[in-house]
């Protein structure tokens, strides 16, 4: 269990008393802390943040780059927490998204097991060529613009040297780890729900639309104002949206 636990460093799942289980998986760059409030917020629903090796609290695990190996780690971590009497959704940002995607194809492929929905925030669908031009063979300073440009790392840190230069590494990594997703024409029976941002060049609402051709279920769209990191400034907000949306879809 020991192990376990370094995935999930808010809580281990409740498989007993919660109404609704969601697993939360982060952008290109960041930790489980990007859901931190999520996790600790009073509400109904269970948001549960996933912890990659390599990131935030097991910063000292050697980093995983290759979607073929993590994915079926994740297969065996989140199996045991999965349980016929609550229903379990994935959230993922970015990066998160094509996690969210290819976790929800394995499991449903292998083990007869799908989430309620998939929830997919600023990210191309995975069939769709990529827009970003954030890409892990940049050189230093070009990557440092790019992320300047996305305007989800602090100033304070970008400008910091000592900062930047111990945090590329690992956004490499993970830029590495999203570069290795590739898509074989999975399609999933989960419901998708894609949400945009107007200001996000790469994932528009009309670049997002596309989500809808790679599942069989329903599919949903919503446009929010802002820019890649509109689910970070929406706080609050998003959550108090996010909580309804699903608490709905559990009455239904």
Not at 120 to 139: F, K, Y
Not at 203 to 219: D, L, R, S
Request: hydrophobic content about 40%.
């Amino acid at each position: 269990m020991k192990n376990i636990a370094k995935w999930f460093p808010y809580g281990i799942p409740d498989t007993k008393t919660a109404s609704v289980n969601v697993f939360c998986f982060h952008y290109a760059g960041g930790s489980a802390t990007a859901y931190k409030d999520w996790a600790l917020s009073d509400t109904s629903v269970s948001f549960i943040p996933i912890e990659l090796p390599g990131r935030g609290t097991r910063i000292m695990d050697p980093l995983i780059e290759d979607f073929s190996i993590l994915i079926p780690e994740l297969v065996t971590i989140i199996l045991p927490f999965i349980t016929p009497t609550i229903p379990f959704y994935f959230f993922g940002h970015s990066m998160g998204g094509a996690i969210a995607f290819e976790l929800a194809y394995q499991l449903e492929h292998h083990h007869q097991l799908s989430p309620e929905k998939i929830i997919i925030a600023g990210r191309h669908a995975p069939h769709m060529p990529d827009p970003s031009t954030l890409h892990s063979w940049l050189n230093d300073e070009k990557l440092i613009e790019e992320l300047k440009v996305l305007n989800g790392t602090p100033k304070e840190i970008l400008e910091n040297k000592e900062m930047i230069q111990f945090l590329l590494p690992m956004i490499r990594g993970d830029l590495r780890l999203h570069e290795s997703f590739t898509y074989k024409n999975q399609k999933i029976t989960a419901s998708i729900v894609a949400h945009a941002a107007n200001k996000d060049k790469d994932a528009t609402k009309e670049i997002m639309v596309h989500w809808k051709e790679v599942t069989t279920g329903e599919f949903d769209i919503q446009e929010f104002a802002g820019d890649h990191f509109f689910v970070q400034q929406l706080g609050k907000n998003y959550i108090d949206l996010l909580q309804t949306l699903l608490q709905a879809n559990v009455i239904e």
